[in-house]
């Protein structure tokens, strides 16, 4: 394709995705060419038809072999496609009418054009996302959903070295920042000239609504403070968070805990994550039910789940902060030295809440997971961590996506299952291949267990790198599915 077809190809991408109006086919032509750094444009004979990726990437090798970028730095192709792109989406204002326009008619139709729209301006990055690898994983708690991700690129070597020499930069604050729509990026920072982003009111208060560019389920949306705050469980978070499902009950939203390693990895802007996705945790079970004095119409009990969910229901949401709050401030102060729950160790604390809300019919629902950030000299990354033996498959932080059942795994899995698959096909000794060898242990201990066979060994390790995060949520739950546990778990509420 060459540069003048692709522009072409670029434009009428645009016209046809409603990103530009037929009588704006010149000046997004010349905007492209301003972007590219090119001073001319001959129409070609006919326009090719191609996904949007080629589309760009012909845009991007014509800039690298001009010198205009470092053609084989991710980073730098990423910045220039997003600031073409970003020449062709909308100001926020138009996006902000559209959306409000269909809000006042569905929310419903807002969010299905505003998700489209992210992915037609090519913010969420469609060709990435299709390359994640997905399945479930059957497991005592119902089918829990493995995602190996893909779509987030790693860390860019040439980025990262270029990056020390720049001077310490303030703004945008952080990535979740406002001032992220329409930024242009740096090699520290994601280029963002291609994001739009829409105000809404939670519980009386200016805040934003966006997709995640990575998607981790489908419509995973962001719901940001207006302000640089940090995040904070407490009556107002669960408030917000019935407040934003009333408006958008096609939805769900949840917020990641406010302490370190049982939080998101942002702490410093308060933000919740929702979208149209069931996951694992909603489908799970009332296993235990129990009713607090003076709550009685709100239904309460423990969900069947490795983690420890209080799940609250009721028709009227200001029963569920009035209760809420009530076991978060008990849960907050609460020690029970037989459980090896503490509160606070030398000053610091450890108690807090991974809330989830929903609507279930004209139920407003909320889900309460326990976590505690305790460290001990075994466990020296947390106590109701993964544990060492399951880091092979998952180090990094539970936060609220996988505490809901849907593991996020890092891209370093798909060659090093595949490498697993075909040791365990072949005989060969897993120690001495790198990428098998951090496995080892684990795939000798499964594979006397079945019959392994060219055709089904990646099943057998997909279904039990399922069953490695089925136990990585065990270890992340406070009180554990033993007897001891329950009782200590039926203490608690006792205690709220």
């Known amino acids: 394709m060459t540069v003048n077809e692709a522009i072409a190809a670029l434009v009428s991408y645009a016209a046809e995705r409603g990103l530009i109006s037929g009588c704006e086919r010149v000046w997004a032509v010349n905007s492209v060419l301003a972007v590219l750094k090119l001073d001319s444009f001959t129409p070609p004979d006919s326009v090719p038809q191609a996904p949007l990726h080629e589309i760009l990437d012909a845009l991007l090798d014509d800039a690298a072999g001009r010198g205009l970028i470092d053609g084989d730095s991710v980073t730098c192709r990423d910045m220039l496609d997003t600031a073409v792109m970003g020449a062709l989406t909308p100001r926020p204002a138009q996006v902000i009418e559209k959306f409000n326009s269909l809000c006042a008619q569905s929310p419903r139709a807002a969010t299905d054009w505003y998700y489209n729209f992210s992915q037609d301006t090519n913010y969420i990055r469609r060709d990435r996302i299709e390359r994640d690898v997905k399945w479930r994983t059957a497991t005592e708690y119902g089918e829990l959903d493995i995602t190996i991700n ?6 860019d070597p040439r980025a990262i070295a270029a990056a020390r020499d720049l001077p310490a930069a303030g703004y945008p604050r952080c990535q979740l920042c406002a001032e992220n729509e329409g930024y242009a990026g740096r090699l520290d920072h994601p280029a963002r000239a291609n994001h739009r982003i829409v105000p809404v009111t939670v519980n009386g208060s200016p805040w934003f609504l966006q997709y995640s560019p990575y998607v981790y389920y489908n419509e995973h949306c962001i719901v940001l403070n207006s302000e640089h705050t940090p995040m904070r469980i407490d009556r107002d978070c669960f408030r917000k968070l019935l407040d934003f499902v009333r408006q958008f009950p096609h939805y769900f939203v949840g917020s990641n805990a406010d302490l370190p390693i049982v939080g998101g ?12 996705y069931t996951f694992p945790m909603e489908r799970a079970p009332v296993e235990h039910a129990f009713t607090f004095p003076g709550f009685e119409d709100v239904r309460c009990g423990i969900v069947k789940w490795p983690m420890s969910v209080l799940r609250l229901a009721c028709a009227d949401p200001g029963r569920l902060v009035d209760l809420a709050e009530r076991v978060l401030t008990r849960w907050r102060s609460y020690t029970d030295e037989s459980a090896v729950v503490y509160a606070e160790t030398d000053g610091v ?14 139920d407003y629902e909320l889900d309460l997971v326990l976590r505690n950030n305790l460290t001990t000299p075994e466990h020296p990354l947390g106590l109701y961590h993964p544990h060492a033996e399951l880091h092979h498959i998952k180090r990094e932080n539970i ?22 698959a075909d040791g365990l ?20 201990g499964f594979a006397p267990h079945y019959r392994i066979t060219a ?5 057998i390790v997909r279904r039990e790198t399922g069953l490695v995060f089925a136990r990585v949520l065990e270890h992340a739950g406070v009180f554990k599915r033993t007897d001891a546990g329950r009782e200590a778990f039926l203490r608690f509420l006792s205690a709220v």
């Not at 604390?349 to 004209?362: F, K, L, S, V």
């Not at 936060?399 to 899995?413: K, N, T």
């Not at 005989?427 to 060898?437: F, K, N, T, V």
């Open 399 to 420: 936060g609220l996506i996988e505490v809901m059942g849907l593991a996020i795994l890092p891209s370093r899995l798909k060659s090093e299952l595949g490498a697993v």
């Open 265 to 276: 990895s942002i702490l410093a802007h308060d933000h919740f994550q929702g979208g149209r």
């Open 150 to 155: 893909l779509s987030k690129p790693e860390k």
């Open 349 to 362: 604390m450890h108690n807090t809440i991974t809330p989830i809300a929903r609507r279930r019919g004209g």
């Open 425 to 444: 096909v072949s005989g060969a000794e897993l120690r001495s291949d790198p990428l098998a060898a951090p496995h080892a242990d684990w795939a000798e």
């Open 455 to 459: 055709e089904n060994a990646r099943d």
